[in-house]
């Protein structure tokens, strides 16, 4: 067996693998060009299109890349890493919009999105550290886990919600008999609720919409269930109120 090489202080020299650097290179390629083609993406690459074609499918899965009219733009979960590195991302909806909605609120305010079957928060205002360690120790959350989530699942449209819920596994029977049970109501308010971490904390989110009307992300308000379930329709007035705001101010963008 070949020894690996070392380095001057008897560490394993570094060594570059080609699948990794490709996908790397993928996501390099994206973050300085946003709006990239995948034929744009083969040419800078320099690798077989089967090949790239495979990394990126499987990045746009995992949330890595967002696809947008055969275009590609870096995806929810590098912001999701960001919320864990405790450093907050602006957007569309800025940093200032949740801070606002937190200090009107006086609770943890939440942004997040949907990759793939997955909730992933990307930015966040307040002070709950409960529910902003869990957060950051655990970006992605299943749908049907989470208030935000479920305000989610319910406006994709019937076929890919039912989908989602027949691929549920035994385990989650419960959640989606929950959620079936709170559909109508979602729809009807516009808010979805959830309680979390032994029932120490409870969730209200509603979901903020993109062009054409389109869901594009959710705002969660989380707080003591002590102090929000009393709080319940008034937060919720107030949580539809500024994201009906950031929606007139962006023209729905």
């Known amino acids: 067996m070949t020894a690996a090489a070392t380095g001057p202080n008897g560490e394993p020299e570094l060594q570059n693998h080609r699948t990794i650097d490709r996908v790397t290179r993928i996501l390099e390629e994206v973050v300085y060009n946003p709006g990239m083609t995948f034929a744009e993406l083969t040419r800078a690459i320099d690798a077989p299109k089967s090949s ?4 990126i499918r499987g990045l746009v899965a995992a949330g890595w890349l967002h696809q947008a ?3 590609f733009y870096i995806g929810p979960a590098l912001h999701g890493l960001t919320l864990a590195s405790g450093h907050l991302r602006a957007g569309s909806v800025t940093d200032a919009d949740l801070q606002e909605l937190h200090t009107a609120a006086g609770v943890t305010v939440f942004l997040g999105v949907q990759a793939g079957t997955d909730l992933i928060y990307v930015s966040e205002a307040g002070a709950d550290l409960l529910a902003g360690f869990a957060a950051r120790t655990n970006i992605r959350r299943g749908l049907l886990e989470t208030a935000g989530g479920k305000a989610l699942l319910a406006e994709l449209p019937a076929d890919q919600r039912d989908a989602y ?14 959620f079936l049970s709170e559909y109508d109501d979602i729809k009807r308010t516009g808010i979805a609720h959830n309680t979390l971490h032994g029932g120490a904390r409870y969730a209200l989110a509603t979901v903020v919409r993109g062009p ?3 869901a594009a992300a959710e705002v969660t308000l989380v707080g003591r269930t002590a102090d929000v379930q009393p ?7 107030l949580l539809l109120d500024h994201v009906e705001r950031w929606r007139r101010r962006s ?3």
């Open 52 to 55: 790239v074609y495979g990394f």
């Open 69 to 71: 009219d055969s275009r």
């Open 165 to 178: 819920l027949r691929k549920r596994g035994q385990e989650e029977v419960h959640l989606v008999d929950e």
């Open 212 to 214: 054409g009307g389109k």
């Open 231 to 237: 709080r319940e329709r008034e937060l919720s007035t």
């Open 251 to 253: 023209g729905g963008a």
